[in-house]
């Protein structure tokens, strides 16, 4: 855990500490576009990351992207506090992330042409890395963590993989799920229960180490 | 107290070390703190899940788009911006939409109904006028006949003989 707390804290230096981020939040609320820019720079990679986690679709992580950025610059204005931007941001994500789900099951139970472009679109571009043997073990490595995230429950899952996966705080979870941290530590603890019954998990972590 | 102290943790009380060491009780903390088994029992549960969060970011490419923001608005609007625009376009359709109904109620009123309003108009009158007469005789005509109210201009020429008015002199009478 002290190395995933240095990992936060080593990307909090990479971005500008706390107080440096309310400082360019505080003049991208005021209409600054310069400063929300800024904001773009410094968690885009995060982001784009943590959409990938959840769809695994280069194409539509990209798309989820622009249109979470979209809603966070319309939507700063109303931000209260500006120290909680990166919690606010990962909750657009969240529910950004969410809708796409629920219009993706809504198309597959209409059964409209869409659906169909979007899941043969995921398998191509898994076909499309230059190397074949890391094209291999990328695919083995999503496969078996999407057969453990579907043991969870829709919230042990948010919650190990913004722990885990996106590395926030407790608290940052806490503020982007709009639940108590204790609701939090709850999931995680079902979660990181089922991690540790869970071979196939164990033994991909014994491959990659 | 001892005994406790001395107990390993078991998987549970390693993963709740895990989520949140602060939050263990005291005498678990104290064994961790002290137990090179246990702690190394928790750093290995850290570690598998640091390699797995490392893991999965090396299996994400990297965003190839850049993220555009929309335009924004001008500013030439000034405090019509954002929520008041809505509020003045409602109210001036507000305002057009009575323009309008009144033009058609009595600019453009057809000819036959501008006569309904004048007959109505005359019907309103003589409704006046019946509740005027009633403001003066409330009673009805036979239960004016049957007080005397009916002879009033008799009665009073009566009176007048009867009761003449004040300053007439009863020998003083008009020459003919």
């Known amino acids: ?209 | 107290m001892k005994k406790h102290a001395d107990q390993h943790l078991n998987d549970d009380q390693i993963i709740r070390s895990v989520i949140d060491e602060a939050e263990l009780p005291r005498h678990i903390k104290n064994h961790l703190d002290r137990c090179p088994e246990c702690r190394e029992e928790k750093i290995r549960l850290e570690r598998d899940l640091t390699a797995l969060g490392d893991a999965a970011s090396r299996f994400v490419p990297r965003p190839r788009r850049v993220v555009v923001l929309p335009e924004r608005k001008e500013k030439s609007l000034g405090w019509l911006a954002g929520h008041h625009s809505w509020a003045l376009a409602s109210g001036v359709c507000a305002v057009l939409v009575v323009f309008f109904l009144g033009w058609n109620l009595f600019i453009r009123l057809p000819q036959g109904r501008l006569a309904g309003v004048e007959e109505e108009m005359q019907k309103d009158g003589q409704f006046m006028v019946e509740i005027n007469d009633l403001v003066e005789n409330p009673l009805p005509q036979v239960y004016r006949a049957i007080s005397g109210e009916g002879y009033a201009e008799v009665d009073e020429d009566l009176m007048d003989f009867v009761v003449p008015e004040a300053g007439e002199e009863p020998g003083d009478s008009s020459p003919v």
Not at chain 1, 81 to 93: G, K, N, Q, V, Y
Not at chain 1, 161 to 179: P, S, V
């Open chain 1, 1 to 209: 855990m002290r190395e995933m707390t240095q990992k936060t804290s080593e990307a909090e230096t990479t971005a500008g500490t706390g107080s440096q981020i309310g400082d360019v939040v505080q003049r991208a609320k005021e209409g600054d576009r310069a400063a929300f820019g800024s904001l773009v720079s410094l968690f885009h990679e995060d982001i784009f990351r943590m959409v990938y986690f959840r769809t695994r679709s280069e194409v539509d992580a990209e798309d989820l992207t622009q249109d979470i950025f979209i809603q966070a610059f319309k939507g700063v204005k109303r931000l209260k506090e500006t120290d909680r931007f990166r919690s606010w941001l990962f909750s657009i994500a969240v529910n950004k992330v969410r809708d796409f789900y629920r219009k993706r099951r809504f198309l597959f139970f209409m059964g409209t042409p869409d659906e169909a472009g979007a899941l043969q679109r995921e398998g191509q571009e898994k076909g499309t890395d230059a190397e074949p043997l890391r094209n291999m073990e990328k695919k083995d490595f999503w496969n078996q963590i999407g057969g453990f995230l579907k043991k969870l429950s829709r919230l042990e899952k948010e919650v190990f993989l913004m722990r885990f996966l996106d590395q926030l705080t407790l608290k940052e979870i806490a503020e982007a799920l709009g639940k108590g941290e204790s609701t939090v530590k709850t999931h995680l603890y079902r979660a990181l229960k089922k991690f540790k019954k869970e071979p196939g998990i164990q033994a991909l972590i014994g491959g990659i180490q």
